[in-house]
């Protein structure tokens, strides 16, 4: 078995952020299988809960969701790995605030509306069509955020200037948050 490499995620100012990426036609070869892999593994030694491939300079409609509790995210629930290819989704009609960061813009939180459901047709990575799945609070959020990523565009763009803090001040509030509700 091949070992996954561990890829460079590129930062704001790179132009493939900002490109929309293309649809992925071949999945079951080896070259898309192993970068998936490669994702996966990219995607868990950052603490990320989602990547997507514009983030490893690649233009392909292709995203992990991997949502777990950790330093950067203290409050995500768990969701085992999901890749996710050539998505459509349906945004619900409520929406929410709440914070984001993204790997591509370290040390930068904002606060982003998003719809709080949404419904998701996609491809899981053996090539079979998963129809219509319903996702709500910080996964439907996560994937609002990976599926802008294929769309060239980043969480700074739909985030008020005003909200931004940086991450170190963003752990101080949750810690603060924490104690409160202790
Ligand atoms: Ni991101």
């Known amino acids: ?28 070869d080896p070259s898309t299988q192993e ?26 409609r ?25 998505p459509e989704i349906r945004l619900g009609m409520e929406v929410e605030a709440d914070y984001e960061g993204c790997l591509s813009i370290p040390g930068l939180r904002g606060i982003v509306i998003r719809a709080k459901s949404l419904r998701m047709s996609y491809h899981d990575r053996s090539g079979t069509c998963q129809l219509d799945r319903a996702y709500d609070g910080f996964i439907a959020r996560v994937i609002q955020h990976e599926f802008d990523h294929l769309q060239g565009i980043v ?18 509030m949750m810690a603060e948050e924490c104690e409160k509700i202790k």
Not at 9 to 26: F, H, Q, Y
Not at 66 to 73: E, I, L
Not at 158 to 165: D, K
Request: glycine share 4%.
């Open 1 to 28: 078995m091949r070992t996954p490499q561990l890829l460079e995620i590129i930062e704001l100012g790179n132009p493939l952020l900002r490109s929309v990426a293309n649809w992925v036609t071949n999945i079951k």
């Open 62 to 86: 292709i995203f992990i969701v991997a949502s777990k509790p950790n330093s950067r995210y203290p409050h995500a629930p768990f969701m085992e790995p999901t890749v996710i290819i050539n």
């Open 155 to 172: 969480f700074t763009d739909r985030a008020n200037v005003n909200s931004f803090i940086t991450n170190k001040e963003y752990q101080r």
């Open 35 to 60: 970068l998936i892999d490669d994702m996966l593994f990219t995607c868990e030694k950052a603490d990320g809960m989602g990547m997507a491939a514009p983030q490893i300079g690649r233009s392909l």
